[in-house]
């Protein structure tokens, strides 16, 4: 064996014996915020269109779609709701300036952790790019909130942006051709914009650590919501663990209903639910109102002594102003 070979031998042996320990460092994941390891079932809402001109059509379920699927990657338990619970429709004010009582109150009854989406900007620019080439780019702005029903705090809001586009050239064609060639394949760079958009969005949302039960760690005090108040005297059908409560002999259960359906429920002024709902009450007399937005207020009293009461409420439209 040549002389000048021993070193390389022996430095090919120590790497094999010797693992890269030193010579590379394992990555140390961040540790993830409490209030995110407190998080149980995310139900993510419909996706509210807040856009000023609403030119370009989108597809709402696949950008919810993409927005569960990236929650479920980082590890939190989805589900999806049609149900806004607070209104017909969520408006973009609502969303900038919510109030606890109004979180409590979104989407279902039986929901704690709440997720909006909301499509703030989406619009397609079609220009030349240079003297000989025409491209169309796409552009996407979207936002997002998450609130704790338990007492209405937000925990978490965040902002997206996403771009694509496409653009001919002489490879393709050139001038016109080409940039009807770019064009040609619009629907799926918009569908990209959006994806990254959303992805952009989520990206302030932790993954967490694997084989984490989410929501088994409680929020830290900081952001921990006070001590749950003592049950009220009207309970309605849902959440389930409030039926028992509602059904209790004490109570007598009231049916509501309004046409059209989806009132707000209030009886001796607290909220109890949306209709259709059967609400317990106590004995006695009772003040109860329905409201819905486009809609006068209904109002009826109702003296409970017993039995299965029912309301119907018949809403009428607000007429506009002359």
Avoid at 23 to 42: H, M, N, Q, T, Y
Avoid at 73 to 81: A, L, W
Avoid at 177 to 199: E, K, N
């Amino acid at each position: 064996m040549k002389p000048k070979l021993v070193p390389l031998i022996l430095c090919l042996l120590a790497a094999a014996v010797f693992p890269q320990q030193g010579w590379s460092k394992k990555k140390i994941e961040a540790p993830v915020d409490p209030k995110f390891l407190a998080i149980g079932k995310v139900t993510v809402l419909p996706v509210v269109d807040a856009r000023s001109g609403k030119k370009t059509g989108v597809n709402f379920d696949s950008l919810r779609k993409k927005a569960v699927e990236d929650l479920k990657r980082k590890g939190y338990p989805v589900e999806t709701s049609d149900t806004t619970g607070v209104a017909s429709e969520i408006a973009d004010e609502d969303l900038q300036d919510a109030k606890p009582e109004w979180a409590k109150r979104l989407g279902p009854q039986e929901a704690r952790w709440v997720m909006v989406i909301e499509l703030r900007d989406s619009h397609t620019k079609v220009g030349a790019t240079s003297k000989i080439t025409i491209g169309e780019t796409s552009n996407v702005e979207v936002l997002g909130f998450l609130f704790d029903k338990r007492d209405g705090s937000q925990v978490w809001n965040g902002t997206g942006v996403g771009q694509s586009g496409t653009t001919g050239g002489p490879g393709v064609g050139g001038g016109l051709i080409g940039g009807a060639v770019g064009m040609a394949f619009t629907p799926l760079d918009r569908s990209q914009a959006f994806d990254s958009a959303i992805l952009n969005l989520l990206a302030s949302i932790p993954k967490l650590p694997k084989g984490y039960e989410p929501g088994s760690q409680p929020l830290p005090e900081a952001v921990a919501p006070p001590a749950p108040a003592q049950p009220a005297k009207l309970e309605t059908n849902a959440p389930v663990a409030n039926q028992a409560a509602a059904q209790s002999p004490a109570n007598i259960m009231v049916q509501i209903e309004s046409d059209p359906s989806g009132a707000d429920i209030e009886i001796d002024g607290n909220f109890v639910g949306n209709s259709p709902s059967t609400v317990g009450v106590a004995p006695g007399a009772h003040q109860i109102v329905l409201k819905k937005k486009g809609f006068s207020d209904w109002t009826t009293s109702l003296t409970a002594t017993g039995g299965n009461p029912q309301v119907k409420a018949v809403l009428v439209p607000v007429q506009p102003q002359q």
